[in-house]
């Protein structure tokens, strides 16, 4: 639709589909880079499809009504880079990680990733803000992290249960 990209900021229910949708695009783009390190390769294949499983209704449903939103009447034929470059997002996620390692990520992408933060289908629904109990989010200690992942840079953050 003509006029229609990047994030539509005064419509609230379009909004919220959008910033959820990138952070489902930053979590493929980190599964599919952690792909490439073997270490990690097997817990993330095995977590990104767990969640995915859990939230692929609520991914249709957010990708069916961006669709709609930013190409109208052709939205049966917008696929998932469209709706990407539509917001504008990157392709690769290393610009997203700052200082923070590749690997560290990776270490800390299976345990995090079941987290509320990663609930579409809840914020769906609720909203972005975190439920009370989640409000404040705690570091992340190197206890936190699996057996032998040590991160060479701060380790993301990511509420704890």
């Known amino acids: 639709m003509p006029g229609r990209l990047g994030y539509a900021v005064d419509q609230p229910e379009i909004l919220i589909r959008q910033r959820?949708?990138?952070?489902?695009h930053g979590l493929s783009l980190l599964a599919a880079a952690c792909l490439d390190l073997p270490a990690y390769s097997q817990p993330i294949q095995d977590a990104y499809a767990a969640w995915h499983v859990?939230?692929?209704?609520?991914?249709?449903t957010i990708v069916r009504d961006l669709s709609r939103y930013y190409f109208g009447p052709r939205a049966d034929e917008a696929q998932w880079p469209d709706l990407s470059r539509a917001l504008g997002?990157?392709?690769?996620?290393?610009?997203?990680?700052?200082?923070?390692?590749?690997h560290a990520a990776c270490?800390?992408?299976?345990?995090?990733?079941?987290?509320?933060?990663?609930?579409?289908d809840r914020m769906l629904v609720e909203?972005?803000?975190?439920?009370?109990?989640?409000?404040?989010?705690?570091?992340?200690?190197?206890g936190d992290l699996?057996?032998?992942?040590?991160?060479?840079?701060?380790?993301?953050?990511?509420?704890?249960e």
């Open 146 to 160: 699996p057996p032998g992942a040590v991160p060479s840079a701060p380790t993301p953050v990511t509420p704890r």
């Open 54 to 60: 859990k939230q692929r209704a609520t991914i249709e």
């Open 20 to 24: 959820l949708f990138g952070l489902a």
């Open 127 to 142: 909203g972005l803000d975190p439920p009370p109990s989640q409000a404040t989010i705690p570091v992340v200690t190197p």
């Open 89 to 102: 997002l990157k392709d690769s996620i290393e610009p997203a990680l700052g200082e923070v390692t590749l």
């Open 107 to 120: 270490a800390s992408l299976p345990a995090a990733i079941v987290r509320p933060r990663y609930e579409l």
